[in-house]
């Protein structure tokens, strides 16, 4: 089972400390089966600001699709970033979106400054 949500917090995803993502607009994606997996974020594409490129790496999720893999353009990071470009129906919220491997950048998630 799985559940995703709109996040009303300032997500920030760093590597190196140089930020390569920001969203206001991020889901939380939380995955209950034989245990209940860490929360993960899934920001919309355009606040993205790091260059990527595909990986050649490809996965199957039988919740959510088929997952693409994505490098930093610069070659100084690999399989950094998944997507669902064609999400399966009980994922569709996740299609547009991109997450980041926590053991590969820092995830940062903040309440939103007010305005």
Do not use: N
């Not at 997952?67 to 470009?85: K, V």
């Not at 590969?104 to 939103?112: D, F, I, K, N, Y």
Request: contains cysteine; aromatic residues 6%; hydrophobic residues 40%.
């Amino acid at each position: 089972m799985m559940r995703a949500k709109p996040l009303e917090r300032l997500v920030r995803v760093r590597i190196g400390g140089e930020t390569i993502a920001e969203s206001r607009g991020a889901l939380q994606l939380v995955e209950i089966g034989r245990d209940v997996a860490d929360p993960v974020f899934y920001l919309p594409r355009e606040d993205v600001t790091a260059a990527l490129v595909d990986s050649a790496r490809t996965t199957h999720c039988p919740l959510k699709g088929d997952t693409s893999y994505f490098d930093l353009a610069d070659g100084t990071a690999a399989e950094i970033a998944w997507s669902y470009t064609s999400p399966l129906p009980f994922a569709a919220e996740l299609a547009g979106h991109l997450a980041f491997d926590p053991s590969r950048t820092s995830v940062e998630s903040a309440p939103l400054p007010a305005t």
